[in-house]
């Protein structure tokens, strides 16, 4: 699931005709009922309509087959207003940090022109405080968007409707009809979510990091790792590490120092580099996190420097972050752990 700001924002151009719902509904992952669409390995469905919006298509990003990347589109009969429900399972799920990164790809796409309007909590389907809610106004200097974050068990949801100012009443209950319409089986119950300002505590690298021995358990535990818990957890920004134009932050536990794990989103579809203190406090243990699968890397004695952490970011290092183990994913909650051998 490699989504660029753009498609986001701006679904792409439909012929001003009416729509109904699909008939190419991609049954692999989707199972279509009498008035929802329904994620039959997640247990979470959403409407076939929202206000004025209807289905046009349904299926799957990446993995075909695998259920783990779905999405669902919709637009207004004229084609103007258009909608978007993701539904897909990163091996770590967290809606604040997905509504941050696509609020930071929204202003480095369309600069201080794009204005985040409201931002708060409100309900998914019948649960409260459930959906991280954003909206902006002014990207491209017409459009507004709104957009919704709700992580429901091993799964990550993100809505989005967008369309011309003129159009706002119909994008905003669109929003309200796609989160009202949401409806959870089973283990995927939405999590309580906060709606958190992250504001900046820089902290100084500091005179890097040696790969150690890691006896801890590996793979073991690291699709529930206790931060930042949806919002629950204040975050700042500690660092920034720059890669070629690329910048991505390096996020903490207020007031955590040290003690803090630390997290690297690398994009706004789920992967996440995180750094985690070893048990016995010794060095942080590397893993990388995306849509079905987390990969565990060395044990560093100290955190790494932004510039060590740069060059595992773009594969040009060659002292550590050596890949220990591989874990994949299924839709199922099955996980096959496989030990590698490769950088």
């Given at each position: 699931?490699?989504?660029?700001?753009?498609?986001?924002?701006?679904?792409?151009?439909?012929?001003?005709?009416?729509?109904?719902?699909?008939?190419?509904?991609?049954?692999?992952?989707w199972?279509?009922?009498?008035?929802?669409?329904?994620?039959?390995?997640?247990?979470?469905?959403?409407?076939?309509?929202?206000?004025?919006?209807?289905?046009?298509?349904?299926?799957?990003?990446?993995?075909?087959?695998a259920?783990?990347?779905?999405?669902?589109?919709?637009?207004?009969?004229?084609?103007?207003v258009q909608a978007?429900?993701y539904?897909?399972?990163?091996?770590?799920?967290?809606?604040?940090?997905?509504?941050?990164?696509?609020?930071?790809?929204?202003?480095?796409?369309?600069?201080p022109?794009?204005?985040?309007?409201?931002?708060?909590?409100?309900?998914?389907g019948?649960?409260?405080?459930t959906?991280?809610?954003?909206?902006?106004?002014?990207?491209?200097?017409?459009?507004?968007?709104?957009?919704?974050?709700?992580?429901?068990?091993r799964?990550?949801?993100?809505?989005?409707?967008?369309?011309?100012?003129?159009?706002?009443?119909?994008?905003?209950?669109?929003?309200?009809?796609?989160?009202?319409?949401?409806?959870?089986?089973?283990?995927?119950?939405?999590?309580?979510?906060?709606?958190?300002?992250?504001?900046?505590?820089?902290?100084?690298?500091?005179?890097?990091?040696?790969?150690?021995?890691d006896?801890?358990?590996?793979?073991?535990?690291?699709?529930?790792?206790?931060?930042?818990?949806?919002?629950?957890?204040?975050?700042?920004?500690r660092?920034?590490?720059?890669?070629?134009?690329?910048?991505?932050?390096?996020?903490?536990?207020?007031?955590?120092?040290?003690?803090?794990?630390?997290?690297?989103?690398?994009d706004?579809?789920?992967?996440?580099?995180?750094?985690?203190?070893?048990?016995?406090?010794?060095?942080?243990r590397?893993?990388?996190?995306?849509?079905?699968?987390?990969?565990?890397?060395?044990?560093?004695?100290?955190?790494?420097?932004t510039?060590?952490?740069?060059?595992?970011?773009?594969?040009s290092?060659?002292?550590g972050?050596?890949?220990?183990?591989?874990?994949?994913?299924?839709?199922?909650?099955?996980?096959?752990?496989?030990?590698?051998?490769?950088r």
């Amino acid at each position: 699931m490699r989504l660029a700001v753009l498609s986001f924002l701006l679904a792409m151009a439909l012929p001003a005709t009416a729509y109904a719902v699909a008939p190419d509904a991609d049954e692999g992952a989707w199972r279509v009922d009498a008035d929802s669409l329904r994620v039959t390995a997640a247990g979470i469905a959403i409407p076939q309509s929202a206000g004025n919006l209807s289905l046009i298509k349904s299926g799957e990003i990446s993995d075909q087959g695998a259920g783990l990347d779905n999405y669902a589109q919709f637009a207004s009969a004229d084609g103007v207003v258009q909608a978007t429900a993701y539904i897909y399972m990163p091996s770590y799920a967290d809606a604040a940090i997905s509504s941050y990164m696509t609020d930071k790809a929204i202003h480095e796409r369309f600069g201080p022109d794009a204005r985040r309007t409201a931002f708060d909590v409100t309900s998914a389907g019948q649960h409260s405080n459930t959906a991280i809610r954003s909206v902006y106004s002014g990207a491209d200097g017409q459009l507004v968007t709104e957009a919704a974050f709700i992580h429901a068990g091993r799964w990550m949801i993100k809505l989005r409707v967008t369309g011309p100012t003129e159009r706002t009443q119909d994008v905003n209950s669109g929003m309200n009809s796609l989160l009202a319409g949401l409806r959870f089986e089973g283990d995927a119950s939405p999590r309580p979510a906060m709606a958190r300002q992250i504001a900046s505590c820089p902290m100084a690298d500091g005179p890097g990091a040696h790969v150690v021995a890691d006896r801890s358990s590996g793979a073991a535990g690291m699709t529930d790792l206790p931060f930042p818990r949806d919002g629950e957890d204040n975050v700042c920004v500690r660092g920034t590490v720059q890669v070629g134009e690329a910048s991505y932050d390096m996020l903490q536990a207020v007031g955590g120092g040290d003690a803090s794990p630390v997290l690297i989103p690398l994009d706004d579809a789920g992967k996440i580099m995180r750094f985690d203190r070893l048990p016995a406090g010794g060095g942080y243990r590397l893993s990388v996190h995306q849509v079905g699968r987390t990969d565990v890397y060395s044990a560093y004695d100290r955190l790494p420097t932004t510039k060590q952490i740069a060059a595992i970011i773009d594969g040009s290092d060659r002292k550590g972050a050596t890949m220990l183990l591989s874990a994949a994913h299924a839709a199922d909650g099955r996980v096959t752990v496989s030990k590698q051998a490769n950088r």
